[in-house]
């Protein structure tokens, strides 16, 4: 019963902006991890940043600097708010969550929860 829908995507120049959403529905617990992967045409899947409920946040360095992950603290929706957006950038945007506390004590582990995508265009 656990829905992931990411919202924000578009067409943008290079050096513009924007600002995608992401809303999970459909459990109650506590504990949870959620994170942001992007997949390019012809490329392998890679994440581009993370948080859980903690409050603790990760980027990769392919994006910091640029992008920044933040939450709601009321509704619980993600965000990815990306800036300074270059043509590398391209791609389907994911939103992936994972609910338990497992997710907060152990190095590895899985996302199991993945929205629909969203498409994330930046022409030169």
């Known amino acids: 019963q656990v829905r992931v829908v990411e919202n924000g995507g578009g067409s943008v120049q290079t050096g513009g902006s924007l600002r995608l959403s992401c809303a999970a529905s459909?459990?109650?617990?506590?504990?949870?991890?959620m994170a942001w992967f992007r997949q390019a045409p012809g490329k392998e899947r890679e994440e581009v940043a993370s948080?859980?409920?903690?409050?603790?946040?990760k980027v990769e360095d392919s994006v910091k600097g640029r992008f920044t992950i933040s939450q709601d603290n009321v509704d619980r929706t993600l965000y990815l708010e990306m800036n300074n957006l270059k043509t590398e950038d391209t791609g389907m945007y994911y939103c992936?969550?994972?609910?338990?506390?497992?997710?907060?004590?152990?190095?590895?582990?899985?996302?199991?929860?993945w929205g629909q995508g969203t498409q994330v265009t930046v022409s030169s």
């Open positions: 992936a969550a994972a609910i338990g506390w497992f997710c907060l004590t152990e190095d590895s582990f899985e996302y199991n929860f």
């Open positions: 948080m859980n409920s903690e409050g603790k946040k």
């Open positions: 459909g459990y109650t617990g506590s504990s949870y991890c």
